[in-house]
């Protein structure tokens, strides 16, 4: 175990995890205004999806903004379902699941594939329309801090979305609870009847966390395809969407310590892979994949006692829809 | 009342709940938002230059043909039992999206007799089978009585726990098909060892589709006693309106919850046992192509009718047997089968709405 080696690790932990932080973002504020956004690993799929096809045809930017624009889609037709129309969000977003799953593999099967990219851009040669691969992100070193030992390279070697997903979490962390309105959005997802009472427009603001949860369900898919594994198969995202929903329990609805068990996650994975090449523990793997999702449970029993409950403000109105008396 | 919500400007839309939903509406609902779905679909394969009605041709052919209407039963058998052990779980609205990996659970422990038999010879021949569908009941029934006492005990989300409960079960499964029960003459395949004749489910009938429907008629006729004949069944309703209104009545909640739990579980549990023992006759990783997420449609489509569960699971097993179909001769892809499952299932979600609700439009204007 040399030092490149513990620098290369703690590099992965971090792109690794940014994906669940990104993903988690965005479901941290729809949570926290009462909604559970189940579709995540559709959304995320989609917005791999899309970044893959844009990215051949167009490049990278093409690719961000298509797939932000594709999730706020998503996010939109999951709003009118159950904001709106106050369906179940556990059928909803189970749905809205496959969806995903369906629709990204759809479009992306190579037959089809091949034709939407020449719809895309005519001027595409032959041997991109089926190729299963597409260019990663540029990584941005930062001069002198990148050369830092072991952790030069954690914290300042990564792609433009790295920095900016770690920027955004303590700014979203910042709206969600130093100001006004992240102050409404927690009351909606408290008590919607009360912040309703008070002049809160619920529906607008849940229909704006949902939307957002999308767009950021599908930066993320778009950040682990582009960014992270540019290899497209069917289903790529490989169930990391519920890993997502996982971290948001384990970060207790914080975007602040959603970074640090994004990390966590990020490192538990980059852990699973590099042991196998050790040939260290075969049967490991297996139950480092598990521990994200016990360490969830565990989570979801800790807080489920009224004391800790009340302490780190578990949204509690989440799952139920809300429909005004009149 | 709940009513006025404007949606589209120019016109009022007002929803209204519906005091009464006929069943005649409810059919009808429930057909044409199946039309629908299907519409939607084709439009898809429009898209990629396929007649959608060769399509539909090819779906129907699957229950036309009586070959390919056996693999549809073998594939709905599974589906049925979670579905049924979904039936008793959201009737007492406790939301279990854990089938999945209770039918994992239940291949574990069936897999688990094959090879306590096969490796250390601790079980005579014809106890086998008995056991395993024991043992997989038992299992599956643990692995969601667990979140069920939770929710019971300390009000833990039953949504996330069973859900998260799903890959745990999963990747302990591949763990063990990797490892230590993978077959030692299979050429390192992640195989278990093939079931013995007396293992499997096609010894009663020589066809896995005839037992496997008698196994899902008898889980049915169970369920409907269980909800309808029992005092289990009562309280589970009970439960259902509401846990404050059960708890005045003097139910016990943790034992309801739970024991409702297990059976829902144990039930999907024994879908498992059909997987292994039935359709494949061995163990493999992934061995359920979400089969228990597709229970959860199932079950919907059936408004938590057991009875309905049959033809219902056998509509969407054909569903999954042309979709190999279709990806052999058109050369559609897998996904598609996804895509359209879950188009059905939300215009299904849609439709639920709209037998709830009656929607009128009228065209004043609205600031």
């Known amino acids: 175990m040399s030092i490149e080696w513990i620098e290369q690790v703690l590099q992965l932990t971090v792109q690794m995890g940014t994906v669940y932080l990104l993903a988690s973002l965005g479901e941290i504020y729809a949570e926290r205004s009462g909604v559970l956004n189940l579709g995540l690993e559709g959304m995320m799929l989609m917005g791999a999806a899309t970044s893959f096809m844009f990215t051949l045809a167009y490049g990278h930017l093409s690719a961000i903004l298509t797939s932000i624009i594709v999730g706020a889609l998503m996010g939109l037709i999951l709003s009118i379902l159950v904001v709106d129309m106050k369906l179940n969000q556990v059928v909803v977003g189970l749905a809205m699941t496959m969806l995903g799953a369906g629709l990204s593999g759809f479009f992306t099967f190579p037959e089809v594939r091949k034709n939407l990219l020449l719809r895309l851009n005519p001027s595409l040669p032959e041997e991109v329309l089926l190729i299963q691969q597409a260019q990663k992100l540029p990584e941005i070193q930062i001069p002198l801090l990148s050369n830092i030992p072991v952790i030069g390279k954690m914290f300042f070697s990564h792609n433009l979305l790295v920095y900016f997903s770690f920027i955004l979490s303590i700014a979203m962390w910042f709206i969600l609870f130093k100001t006004r309105i992240g102050l409404t959005i927690r009351s909606v997802g408290e008590n919607p009847s009360m912040a309703d009472s008070l002049g809160v427009n619920v529906y607008m603001v849940r229909r704006m966390t949902v939307i957002l949860s999308g767009v950021f369900a599908s930066l993320a898919g778009a950040y682990f395809f582009i960014g992270f594994h540019p290899f497209w198969r069917e289903g790529v995202t490989a169930g990391r969407g519920f890993i997502a929903l996982a971290l948001v329990i384990l970060a207790t609805w914080s975007p602040m310590r959603a970074i640090l068990g994004a990390y966590l996650f990020g490192g538990v994975e980059t852990f699973q892979y590099r042991l196998q090449l050790f040939g260290l523990g075969a049967q490991s793997p297996y139950f480092l994949a598990m521990l994200p999702y016990i360490l969830t449970i565990m989570t979801l029993i800790i807080i489920s006692t009224e004391s800790i409950k009340k302490r780190i403000g578990a949204p509690a109105s989440l799952g139920i829809p809300y429909a005004r008396e009149e | ?367």
């Open chain 2, 1 to 367: 009342m709940k009513l006025a919500k404007t949606i589209i400007m120019p016109h009022s839309v007002k929803i209204k709940r519906r005091l009464h939903i006929s069943r005649k509406l409810s059919i009808l609902t429930t057909f044409s938002t199946l039309v629908l779905a299907f519409g939607v679909s084709g439009i898809f394969f429009a898209m990629i230059g396929l007649n959608p009605l060769d399509v539909y041709s090819y779906m129907v052919g699957v229950y036309t043909s009586p070959t390919l209407l056996l693999k549809a039963l073998e594939r709905a058998i599974p589906i049925g039992l979670a579905a049924l052990g979904l039936s008793i779980a959201f009737r007492m609205n406790f939301w279990n999206i854990g089938a999945e990996g209770q039918m994992y659970m239940g291949m574990f422990a069936s897999t688990g007799i094959v090879l306590l038999h096969a490796y250390y010879d601790l079980i005579p021949d014809y106890l086998v089978l008995l056991l395993m569908i024991l043992a997989s009941f038992v299992t599956g029934g643990l692995w969601c009585g667990l979140p069920a006492f939770l929710k019971a005990k300390m009000r833990v989300n039953e949504i996330l726990t069973t859900l998260m409960m799903n890959y745990v079960a999963m990747y302990f499964v591949d763990f063990l098909i990797y490892g230590p029960w993978r077959d030692p003459k299979g050429y390192g395949f992640p195989l278990s060892i093939p079931f013995p004749e007396y293992a499997k489910l096609t010894m009663i009938f020589g066809e896995f589709a005839y037992s496997g429907l008698l196994l899902l008629c008898i889980a049915v006729a169970l369920a409907v006693v269980i909800l309808r004949y029992t005092k289990l069944g009562f309280e589970l309703k009970i439960v259902g309106e509401g846990i404050d209104i059960a708890r005045y009545a003097g139910i016990r909640i943790t034992k309801v919850i739970t024991l409702g739990g297990i059976l829902s579980g144990g039930i999907a549990g024994l879908g498992g046992l059909a997987i292994v023992s039935g359709i494949i006759g061995r163990l493999r990783p992934r061995a359920s192509p979400g089969y228990g997420y597709t229970a959860i449609i199932v079950i919907l489509l059936s408004a938590l009718n057991p009875w309905l569960v049959v033809p219902v699971s056998i509509f969407f097993g054909g569903i999954f047997v042309a979709g190999d179909i279709l990806q052999a001769t058109l050369k559609i892809p897998g996904a598609a089968v996804e895509m359209h499952q879950a188009l059905i299932f939300l215009f299904i979600v849609v439709g639920e709405f709209l037998k709830r609700y009656k929607i009128t439009i009228t065209r004043e204007v609205v600031r």
